[in-house]
C-alpha cells in the first residue's frame, strides 16, 4: 500500500497489498491527550528540524498466545512496512519509536511524553479470538488480523501526529485519529480492504455488549458500532459507485449514508491542509 497526500502526483510504491486496516478494539488509551501540550511544543515546529523517523521495535514475547502474534506480525513486516510507509509519506521534528509488545491488556497506545507508539501482542491475541468465534480461520483470519493491526497503527498515527506537529484540531481526538486513518487507507483503492476489516473489527466487538449498560459512554472514543459505521461511510463516501453495496440497515443506512461523501471530502481537505507543510517532497 501507499501514503500519499493528493496534492502530490507521483505515486509512492514501496509497499505491496500486504498492509493495513485501523481499529481500536478496547481502544487505544493513548496517553498524549491533555498530557504535555502546552507552550513548549508550539516551538517544536518552527524550531526542530524536521528529520524525525519512526523506528520499528519488535519486544521478545513470553506467553505462547503473544508469541503467536509476535510471530505473524514479524513475519508479515508490519512494523517495518508501516514505519516505511510513514517515514515515505510525512516529515517528523523527532523520532517516533512504534514497539510491538506485551501489555498485560489488549490495547494500543501513544505516548507523549517518550513519543511512543505501542502496539500489544494482547490485542492480536484479543482480535483472533473475536474473528475465530466468528467462524474465520487460515490465511482469511491472518490476513484480518494484519489488517487490522495496521488500521490500529494508523490510527495511533494520527495522535502521534497531533502531538509532535502540535496539529490544532476540533473535535475528539480519538475520531480525529480514525479520521487519519481512513484518510490514509482509502488513498488507494486496493486499500479500503483494510478499512472494511476495521469496521468488521468494530462491529464484532459490538456485539458483546449485551445491554445499554454495557456501553461506555463516558469513554472517549466512539463507541465501538459507531466506529464500524464511520469506518463504512468514509469508504463509501470516497467512492459511492463502486461501495453502493454497503448500504444495509445493518450498519450503514440510507439517511447516514447520505452524508458520507461530504463527511469524506471534509476529512481529506482538513488533513491535506494540516499536513501540509510536513509533506516529503
Ligand atoms: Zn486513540
Known sequence: MNIMHRNDLKK??????????????AGCNDSSDSKSKNVKSEQKVETAPLNGKFIP???????????????????????????AEMNSFVNIPVDIKVVAKECKEANAFYDSETQTIELCYELGAEERKMFTEAGDSGDILDTELYQSAVGTLFHEAGHALIDVLDLKITGREEDVADQLAAY??????????????????????????????????????????????????????????????????????KERSEECEHEYNQIVEAWDFLLAPYFKK
Not at 514501496?14 to 485501523?22: D, E, G, V, W
Not at 521495535?57 to 509476535?70: G, K, L, P
Not at 488513498?187 to 479500503?192: L, M
Request: proline share 1%; aromatic share 12%; glycine share 2%.
Open 184 to 253: 490514509i487507507l482509502t488513498y488507494n483503492d486496493e486499500d479500503k480492504d483494510y478499512l472494511l476489516t476495521v469496521s468488521d473489527t468494530y462491529s464484532l466487538a459490538a456485539k458483546r455488549a449485551k445491554t445499554l449498560d454495557d456501553l461506555p459512554f463516558y469513554d472517549s472514543h466512539s463507541l465501538d458500532a459507531q466506529r464500524a459505521v464511520n469506518f463504512l461511510c468514509y469508504v463509501y463516501g470516497s467512492d459511492t459507485k463502486n461501495f453502493q453495496y454497503l448500504i444495509s440497515d445493518d450498519l450503514l443506512n
Open 57 to 83: 521495535i519488535y519486544e521478545v514475547a513470553r506467553t505462547n498466545e503473544n508469541r503467536v502474534e509476535e510471530n505473524l506480525w514479524r513475519s508479515r513486516k508490519l512494523l517495518e512496512d508501516y514505519t
Open 12 to 25: 509512492i510504491t514501496i509497499l505491496s497489498l500486504s498492509m493495513f486496516a485501523i481499529l481500536g478494539l
